[in-house]
């Protein structure tokens, strides 16, 4: 009367031992392997805390102490942050305005005064701007009055052009935005005598513009000549040799000292260097006084933003230069004297100034600007 009992116990027996054996032959080895997971797991996040310990980032130290990861003698090591120039560095205002007064960091730009490329792709930290100015308005905007002086700065060039490029970038690091009021450059010398403008730009230093502008620190311009028809260009060494010339420049602008002060000199003025360009071509003036840059940048082919002078493109081969050239000049901002805020503002452009240059900036956007006045494509 037992025997169905008996048979179903050990049916029930069975099952058991055989989902004991299944267990054992599965589960050990499960076990086995997330203990090694968790070994190597635990191993990976030491590693990953060793790393971070010794590049100088946060550590947890939820598995290795950060203690423990120095070796004996050895401290913890400090973050380093590529050289830059102190808020306070000087830069040299005496001709050379490619290079500050003390050596720069290894430029990251092309460097304009060779022609080369100094671009190496390294990144470099800038300082941030200083705590803001205030601008004429009692906000951060410095009204800036400029011209049109193609390819320097210009309306209709990108970004109004290298000066402008060059002014937005220095006044950054001191938190304030430039705005740029184009108008001829007597009318912008006449507001910054009262001081209804901040300042003027691109100026040369010269005696009579230091008595009433606070002058930046210099960046670079480019060279001043003198220019003629082909043929009739010639190769001086005294001023004196070229008393005989009827030579156009433009009212109001400043060449060189002794330029300026040749009263000997037939000077007819005329109100931009597209004036005397056609005047020179037709015959009426012998010579004219004018950047190289602006030259070439007027005569250069194709400029669908000044229609008028594609008769100046068509005859470009028909002016020669002077031998040698008057000078090379640099170019300021001249900050208005008649503000109260004037040094201030000229001191906080000019370290924004060293740190452009520090990081080939400067260069750069210089290299450019010759670039456009040759007419070769740009970024290259």
Known sequence: MTRPHTGRAARIRHRVRAAALAFRRHMVPLTAACALAGLVGLAGLAWLEEQ??????PVMGIITPSAALAQPGQSRPEPSLPDMPAPGQDVSESGGSAVPSKPAPASTAPASATNERAHTGDRRTTPPPTRPLKGPDGGSAVIIATYDWPPYVEHNLPHGGYVAQVIRAALAFAGLEARFEFMPWAGGMSLLREGKVTAVAPAYRTANRESECDLSAPFPGGPLALFALTGKARHWNDLHELADLRIGVVRGY?????????????????????????????GRIDAMAADRNVVRFLLRPGLPDLPDLTDLTDRAASIDE???ILGERDLHVCFSRARPDHAALRAAFDRGLATIRASGLLDELHHEMRRLAQGEPAGQ
Do not use: I, S
């Open 52 to 57: 971070a310990y010794w590049a100088g980032l």
């Open 322 to 324: 002077f031998d040698p």
């Open 254 to 282: 400043a060449h060189t000292d002794a330029f300026d002060a040749a009263a000997f000199l037939r000077k007819e003025p005329a109100n931009d260097e597209q004036a005397n360009l056609r005047k020179l071509l037709a």
